[in-house]
DNA sequence: GGCATTTGACCAAG
DNA sequence: CTTGGTCAAATGCC
């Protein structure tokens, strides 16, 4: 039994719906696997040269705003309804239709120690009692971009950071509005390409009908009526956000979702098989060029480095057991999934799911 | 020129 | 020492 929340359902065939468990809990992490049919040349060839140009990572969906994609402000859903809108099969609450996103699970307490901690230290900053910051699940609707519109106006991006164990960078945002102390980051999921981790930091003390126009919630019930409460149990404490979902339009974002994460046009991915997690999974930094290497497990009960060589990534026979960190003869860790970082700012992961009958041996010269 | 993003550097916490 | 969070100069777009 994988997990009984209450959202469960919501989610393709395979995922872990148990989100506030999984970032502590690796043993749980069961990410989407894509078929990569024919990326390996490419993809070893991209690993000894420079680090990717930035946008080149970024304008393919890994979560990092790209640097040079035309201003990729917020879009104001009032003004520009996206085309197409209108021919949805989901049936949304009338405010949230202009939304770019579908908010799937929130919870005001997560068992979270990488975000509480950022939530603490900032409420230690300024004098306040212990912060309890709001994770949300949003998701961008189809063939939407950027990152989720959550309502309000005036964020502005202040940083941009890589972050361990983590497909995707994580972005951090503040209210543009100086004297307003609200915050959020915004991270990709590595399950879903189009599903965010938000997290809300501080109040706005800004949306009032005086604060800055930049400043102001378009609209706050807009918020609320689509959230899913998710308990410390897993329990739905409310809101239907997705309730009105079918399970083929789940089947359909699915796929185009997973479309999405093929990252640049040398990868071709095959959207049609079902996933199956094989178990593990690898990553690798270089140390070279200002980066850095090392062998590091992701997603699986161990969180060992182990190695640290500067070396290929290796072919290796992965078993059917769950929860083993396989390796091969020498010890070292063999990999499906290459990171690439310049800096600890940016970082493109190539996730490689693939059949293990059929992956190509990657072996050094 | 103004504004927003990018990104290297810095800092604090663990 | 590692990692997450923030700052601020550089850069790019309108």
């Avoid at 020498?330 to 800096?343: K, N, R, W």
């Amino acid at each position: 039994m994988r997990s009984s929340s209450a959202v469960e359902g919501q989610f393709p065939p395979g995922w872990n719906t148990k989100f506030f468990d999984v970032t502590n809990h690796a043993k749980d992490h069961l990410s989407p696997r894509l078929n990569v049919v024919a990326p390996l040349n490419s993809l070893r060839s991209s690993l000894h040269k420079d680090p990717l140009p930035y946008h080149s990572i970024t304008t393919k969906g890994n979560g990092c705003t790209p640097r040079n994609s035309g201003s990729p402000r917020f879009t104001d859903p009032f003004s520009q309804p996206p085309p197409g809108e209108g021919s949805s099969t989901q049936q949304q609450h009338p405010h949230e239709q202009n939304l770019n996103t579908r908010l799937l699970a929130v919870d005001s307490n997560p068992p979270w120690p990488r975000i509480s901690s950022a939530a603490n230290s900032e409420a230690r900053k300024f004098g306040g009692q212990k912060a309890k910051p709001g994770v949300v699940l949003q998701k961008l609707n189809d063939g939407k971009r950027g990152i989720p519109d959550d309502g309000h106006r005036g964020w502005k991006k202040y940083g941009n950071k890589a972050i361990q164990n983590s497909n995707h960078c994580r972005g951090y945002y503040k209210c543009s509005l100086k004297e307003c102390r609200a915050k959020k980051m915004v991270q990709l999921t590595d399950r879903d390409p189009t599903l965010f981790e938000v997290t809300y930091v501080g109040k706005h003390s800004c949306s009032s009908s005086t604060a800055h126009p930049r400043c102001r919630h378009r609209s706050t019930q807009m918020l609320s009526s689509s959230l899913v409460h998710v308990g410390s149990n897993g329990s739905s404490e409310g809101g239907q956000a997705t309730s009105t979902v079918t399970k083929e339009d789940r089947a359909e974002d699915w796929k185009t979702q997973r479309a999405a994460a093929s990252i640049g046009t040398n990868l071709v991915v095959d959207v049609s098989n079902p996933i199956i997690d094989n178990g593990w999974k690898g990553g690798k930094y270089s140390n070279e060029h200002n980066y850095s290497y090392s062998y590091f497990n992701m997603g699986m009960t161990t969180s060992t480095t182990a190695s640290t060589a500067s070396e290929e990534p290796k072919q290796c026979e992965v078993g059917e057991g769950d929860d083993d960190v396989d390796q091969d003869e020498e010890g070292d860790v063999c990999m499906d999934t290459y990171l690439h970082q310049s800096s600890r700012h940016h970082q493109a992961a190539y996730s490689l799911w693939h059949d293990f009958d059929t992956y190509p041996t990657l072996s050094t010269d």
